[in-house]
């Protein structure tokens, strides 16, 4: 009788422990993990100036060559008073994943020995002439990712203004007489355009 309850006793601790492991196998089947990572491509944001890459606040001095237009009374590669002339801005965008504004400025460089070397107009691609207006010398436009033409050609016309004032005469006679150059200034900004989400009826949302 008691082999017969050892027997019992032993298939009911089998019979508990397959029980157990098929418990462990069933849970198992609907136990599972999962990991990644989610991979978006950065925006490219490479803009060139005359075929310089200025992503990094670059100084573009070096690739602004003015060209004065001839003139029997003035030597070549040197300006006076009434001298003409022109230099370009390339600008190439193809390299560029969002739309963004740029901003030209010009101004008078205050190393310059001349204070009326000035921009007076520009063209855009081969356009027309523009004039600047009074004050501040700007060019800005907004070039939008579905814009096709991904270059500009800003060509800024130049001249040294003398107009005909005694003042004004005595000082450009005053700047021939220095050791220096005429300088103008070319500050060129860019800043990605930001969209704003609006509601239905067309407020932005806060």
């Known amino acids: ?21 098929f418990i462990i196998q069933t849970y198992a089947k609907y136990m599972s993990s999962a990991e990644g990572t989610a991979n978006a491509l950065i925006a490219r944001w490479n803009i060139k100036v005359n075929t310089l890459s200025i992503k990094n606040n670059t100084d573009i001095s ?5 060209v004065f237009v001839p003139n029997e009374h003035i030597a070549q590669n040197v300006i006076a008073p009434t001298s003409e002339g022109y230099f370009d801005l390339e600008m ?21 020995i001349v204070d009326d070397f000035i921009a007076v107009e520009y063209s855009v691609d081969g356009g027309s002439p523009i004039p600047f207006g009074e004050g501040e010398k700007i060019i800005t436009e907004q070039v939008n990712l579905d814009d096709v033409n991904r270059t500009r050609t800003i060509r800024v016309y130049i001249m040294w203004d003398s107009e005909d ?8 006679t005053a700047a021939t007489k220095q050791v220096g150059q005429a300088l103008i200034d070319v500050k060129i900004s860019f800043k990605q355009v930001i969209s704003v989400p609006v509601n239905e009826i067309g407020n932005e949302i806060p």
Do not use: H, R, W
């Open 1 to 21: 009788m008691n082999i017969k309850k050892g027997i019992v006793i032993l298939l009911a601790i089998v019979f508990a422990c397959v029980s157990i492991i």
């Open 62 to 66: 070096a690739k602004i060559e003015p």
């Open 92 to 112: 190439d965008f193809t390299e560029v994943d969002v739309s963004f504004v740029y901003e030209i400025t010009f101004s008078v460089n205050e190393l310059s």
């Open 165 to 172: 004032s005694t003042l004004q005469n005595i000082k450009d």
